[in-house]
């Protein structure tokens, strides 16, 4: 199976049919594909990574005109089907005697291990000999086709956890977020996929460089156990980043056909086992993905470090860590972001046109504990625009940041005499906050992204509006909460001492006394007479 000229990817087609395509189809006009049709959300993420990968990798435009021109005009397939063919000897999956898709080229020895193995958030060994299998059960997946076994393959590499002793991450670290910009009205798969390329003169990587420099599994692994090898961005060509591989595998391959266990597909070829092996590539440095925000030392002390899924979720409190660069923080959002939303956006027109779609796993070591996704809004905004909605929108996320933290620590404080030494999970309460915050604070925020960037004063009005929404949030969520459970476990007194000191923390605390100050209008200048402006000026 040749994974750029077989059928194998799952998409929807404008007329509703499904079927797989080669990825050279992506570009089809007659009945155009809309959307992938994946069988899991952490294989949809990956197919289109992989498209992504393959379009900067053998498709990407010289310059911005040239994206432009391909946004405008999508190119047939015959032209896709001539760029991606020249790629083809690296993305075969199943050359048992040379390289294969994503698989170790010399693996002769190593551990056997189920196929349902390659799966994140399968159960593992232990888990399984210990008999602790209780919510995703041990051999749901024996059978995995050929086309499944390519995306199983390809998002345990890209997403790669820690795995034990020298089983390395992933290029971005174990379990990145990915942040995709996607149009926000119903088009094309192609305009979606093509809103994520970089042109060349910007990502300042070509795919001249020798395959293997790109595609590792075309040679022998740079193993990572003795000595310390290690792989840095100058080691090699930086396209590797999309197709990074730090785990070692083989599949083994047979005549065996079977009914898949992920997609259904009956009479087909599976794959029920494969080989793994340790140290593999171990990447270290200064790799920066195009798709996944970071996080920047601010003393550059330490290499930049990949935004991972965390308990609790995405939610609007990302928004401007992952919409908009903030070094005073560290955090910078992807390269794709910060292109859309300082080039593109004022290219392709329109006021809101596209969206920033958020995923990946919150991964515990080896552990998958949720998979998340979200999408966030993306604004046309010029650069004092930027400037100016990055520093306002941060105020009003870090006084909700506070207003989470003290609701949950009141309403912890209800439940029991002695909080401080109870452990356990809390992160539901916050989560129901952002979740019932969230419609408010993007209406505001649009108001926000509306002001002229030459206006450098924030109107008074939103910061008030803000401030009463959280507060009158707070109250609502901390008695739902306070008044769960039995009866006759509700301590009255220590709830109204709670919520009196919910009260205080609502009032002086940092954030939100910056917040009403910032709710008052600023006084007149002298002189200013009755058309002077009264609006607040930024910190």
């Not at 397939?77 to 294969?100: C, R, V």
């Not at 693996?107 to 008999?131: C, D, M, Q, W, Y």
């Not at 080896?366 to 930027?386: H, T």
């Not at 002001?451 to 401030?467: F, S, T, V």
Request: hydrophobic share 40%; proline share 6%.
């Amino acid at each position: 199976m040749n994974l750029i000229t077989d059928a194998w990817i799952p998409i929807i087609r404008a007329s509703g049919k499904k079927e797989p395509i080669s990825p050279w189809q992506i570009a089809e006009q007659s009945d155009p594909v809309m959307e992938l049709n994946a069988p899991r959300p952490d294989f949809q993420g990956a197919l289109y990574q992989f498209l992504i990968g393959l379009l900067q990798s053998c498709f990407a435009p010289a310059d911005h005109d040239e994206w432009l021109n391909y946004w405008a005009n999508v190119p047939d397939g015959a032209t896709l089907q001539a760029k991606f063919i020249n790629m083809a000897t690296a993305f075969e999956l199943n050359d048992q005697k040379g390289s294969s898709f994503m698989q170790d080229l010399n693996l002769l020895e190593g551990e056997n291990k189920e196929i349902a193995s390659l799966l994140i958030g399968a159960p593992g060994g232990k888990t399984i000999r210990e008999n602790l299998d209780h919510f995703i059960k041990r051999d749901a997946v024996v059978n995995m086709c050929l086309p499944c076994a390519a995306m199983a393959v390809f998002t345990l590499q890209i997403n790669a956890p820690s795995g034990g002793v020298g089983h390395r991450v992933g290029l971005r670290g174990g379990g990145p977020l990915t942040t995709l910009v996607l149009p926000t009205e119903e088009t094309t798969l192609w305009h979606k996929l093509w809103l994520n390329v970089i042109d060349a003169d910007s990502l300042i990587a070509s795919i001249e460089k020798p395959l293997p420099e790109v595609f590792p599994w075309m040679e022998t692994t740079r193993e990572s156990s003795r000595g310390g090898v290690e792989t840095r961005p100058e080691d090699t060509n930086p396209l590797q980043m999309y197709w990074g591989m730090p785990r070692r595998i083989r599949f083994f391959f047979s005549d065996t056909l079977g009914t898949c266990d992920l997609c259904g597909a009956q009479k087909t070829n599976v794959i029920t086992k494969y080989m793994t092996k340790n140290y593999g590539v171990n990447y270290v440095g200064g790799w920066i993905h195009p798709l996944t925000p970071y996080w920047f030392d601010p003393k550059k002390e330490k290499p930049p470090l990949s935004i991972k899924g965390q308990r609790g979720g995405l939610g609007y409190h990302h928004w401007v860590g992952f919409a908009l660069a903030n070094s005073e923080h560290g955090d910078r959002a992807a390269k794709i972001a910060r292109v859309y939303m300082e080039q593109r956006a004022f290219y392709i027109g329109g006021q809101r046109r596209a969206r920033l779609w958020c995923f990946g796993y919150d991964m515990d070591n080896m552990k998958a504990r949720c998979w998340y996704e979200d999408s966030l809004p993306l604004f046309q905004l010029d650069s004092a625009q930027r400037d100016n909605v990055l520093a306002w929108a941060s105020d009003l996320i870090g006084a909700a940041e506070e207003v989470a933290e003290s609701l949950q620590g009141q309403v912890k404080a209800a439940w029991f005499a002695r909080p401080k030494d109870v452990k356990g999970d809390m992160s539901t309460i916050a989560h129901e906050f952002w979740q019932q915050s969230e419609e408010n604070f993007y209406r505001l925020l649009k108001q926000l992204t509306d002001i002229p960037g030459d206006q450098r004063l924030a109107p008074p009005q939103i910061y008030a509006e803000w401030g009463k929404c959280l507060q009158a949030l707070a109250y609502k969520l901390f008695d739902e909460w306070a008044m769960e459970g039995p009866a006759e476990d509700i301590d009255m007194k220590r709830i109204i001492a709670a919520r009196q000191d919910l009260t205080k923390k609502l009032n002086m605390s940092k954030s939100m006394k910056e917040l009403f100050a910032k709710a008052k209008p600023a006084p007149l200048k002298k002189g200013g007479g009755a058309n002077a402006t009264t609006s607040l000026s930024l910190p």
